[in-house]
């Protein structure tokens, strides 16, 4: 960053940081977020919030799977390790209705609270409080290589089926030369290939629950998706997809050995930036596929900046949140490094940005998110909100169990039957030790 732009940009984001409010300069605060791109990003634009307001910053960057560990640990039992954690739509409604984080009613006019997109506002809410703000917001999507698809003589549709993503998938795998039909999540844990697996479901017809909270794994819908997850990746992904979570898979993509990845609509950036991908020029983007059933599998996510009840430091924590999800820091980001690497799905301003609305997948993310209903997620009717978690305490454990099974599958060591039966047993022990059943 050139000095004059820095000067730029601190001025800019001056006007979110009160005057009256710079705190002392051994003040500091500790972060935990994930090790995804737009989150590193973030880290290297700090020390300008620290020139303007004193407060320095440490930050603690994991694997996704290891935050969530590490942040539930640290705020079920108070543990004060952290001023703010990353967290995202399942944590925030249940922490902000147990009083485990501090609600953000001191953000600012200026930061205008309105402009954050309805789906992301509700879903970060617990009744009508917002606890955490977004830092991005995500649905899921196809990304696909256009060059690969041309040369097999295809064409994605804008809305595939799955059928189509086989097809697909079958044309471009070439092992030999080590490029890969399709690149899914395979990973163990519930925000990692339990979600893939989980959006997978939904647009198959199946459901965790009934509306008596009884599991569903034992009906055929369930059966069916899972059969055709492991049969699409057996053919045609990858070696080892059974431990692929997103930053595997978006690795390989960029490294041009995958023909087509369905994941969060954030990585459209980093596949399509020519300093990481070596495919940059040749990607394509989908809806993400469904069954013929109304049910698409995308999902609704929002990695999100909250502040833990336990910390001492909740008006610095408030301050660098203001700083970090505001519309000035979207700015600062578009200037240095292009409108195409800005965090995306937070802001409604965003996407009337004539700059943002030229960027190739500006408008897919906007109607992916868009298309995406927390409360009316699955074909049948559910007693539950969420698309690809279940929004009550329960469901981390439980889903990071089922997730598992599904890996054993994955990696050969279990059938899909025996793996269903399983999440079948453990789910419907859990749900009436816990008093659903």
Same mark, same amino acid.
């Given at each position: 960053?050139?000095?004059?732009?820095?000067?730029?940009?601190?001025?800019?984001?001056?006007?979110? !940081?009160?005057? =009256?409010a710079a705190m002392a300069q051994d003040t +500091?605060?500790?972060?935990?977020? !994930?090790?995804?791109? *737009?989150?590193?990003?973030?880290?290297?634009?700090?020390? &300008?919030?620290?020139?303007?307001?004193?407060? @320095?910053?440490?930050?603690? $960057?994991?694997?996704?799977?290891?935050?969530?560990?590490?942040?539930?640990?640290?705020? $079920? $039992?108070?543990? =004060?390790?952290? *001023?703010?954690? +990353?967290?995202?739509?399942?944590?925030?409604? /249940?922490?902000?209705?147990? =009083?485990?984080?501090?609600? &953000?009613? =001191? &953000?600012?006019?200026?930061?205008d609270v309105d402009d954050i997109l309805p789906a992301m506002r509700g879903g970060l809410s617990h009744d009508g409080t917002l606890y955490a703000a977004p830092f991005y917001g995500e649905s899921s999507m196809v990304m696909y290589r256009t060059d690969l698809m041309e040369a097999a003589g295809l064409e994605m549709p804008t809305a595939p089926t799955w059928d189509d993503i086989r097809a697909a998938a079958a044309a471009m795998n070439d092992p030999a030369n080590e490029v890969y039909g399709v690149c899914l999540r395979g990973k163990p844990g519930w925000g990692e290939g339990g979600a893939f697996i989980t959006v997978t479901a939904n647009s198959f017809g199946a459901r965790w629950f009934d509306e008596e909270w009884n599991a569903q794994f034992d009906q055929p819908e369930w059966e069916e998706a899972l059969t055709f997850f492991v049969d699409l990746m057996n053919n045609y992904g990858p070696p080892g997809y059974a431990t692929n979570g997103f930053n595997e898979n978006l690795s390989l993509f960029q490294q041009g050995r995958c023909g087509m990845w369905i994941d969060a609509t954030v990585a459209a950036s980093f596949v399509t930036n020519p300093n990481d991908s070596t495919v940059a020029d040749s990607v394509g983007f989908a809806l993400a596929p469904d069954n013929g059933l109304g049910k698409r599998s995308n999902w609704l996510w929002a990695w999100a900046l909250a502040i833990p009840a336990g910390t001492q430091q909740a008006d610095a924590a408030l301050q660098f949140i203001e700083w970090a999800t505001s519309r000035e820091y979207i700015e600062l980001v578009a200037e240095n490094e292009g409108w195409a690497n800005v965090p995306p799905g937070a802001r409604t301003s965003l996407y009337e940005t004539p700059e943002y609305q030229a960027v190739p997948f500006a408008q897919m993310t906007l109607d992916s998110i868009l298309a995406a209903d927390p409360?009316?997620?699955?074909? *049948?009717?559910?007693?539950? !909100?969420? /698309?690809?978690?279940?929004?009550?305490?329960?469901?981390?454990?439980?889903?990071?169990?089922?997730?598992?099974?599904?890996?054993? !599958?994955?990696?050969?060591?279990? $059938?899909?039957?025996?793996?269903?039966? @399983?999440?079948?047993?453990?789910? @419907? *022990?859990?749900?009436e030790a816990a008093g659903y059943r």
């Open positions: 960053m050139s000095c004059m732009t820095a000067l730029r940009a601190s001025a800019a984001l001056a006007l979110c !940081v009160s005057a =009256g +500091t605060i500790t972060i935990a977020t !994930v090790n995804n791109g *737009d989150m590193i990003r973030m880290q290297g634009y700090t020390d &300008l919030f620290t020139e303007q307001t004193g407060i @320095n910053v440490e930050w603690v $960057t994991l694997e996704e799977n290891v935050l969530r560990q590490r942040v539930t640990t640290d705020i $079920t $039992t108070n543990g =004060g390790q952290f *001023d703010i954690m +990353t967290i995202g739509m399942y944590e925030t409604p /249940i922490w902000g209705a147990n =009083g485990w984080l501090v609600p &953000l009613d =001191g &953000l600012s006019e200026a930061y409360t009316n997620p699955t074909v *049948d009717p559910v007693p539950y !909100v969420g /698309i690809q978690f279940v929004a009550i305490p329960e469901f981390a454990g439980i889903a990071t169990e089922v997730s598992q099974e599904f890996a054993e !599958v994955y990696a050969g060591q279990q $059938t899909v039957q025996e793996a269903l039966a @399983n999440a079948q047993a453990l789910t @419907n *022990d859990a749900m």
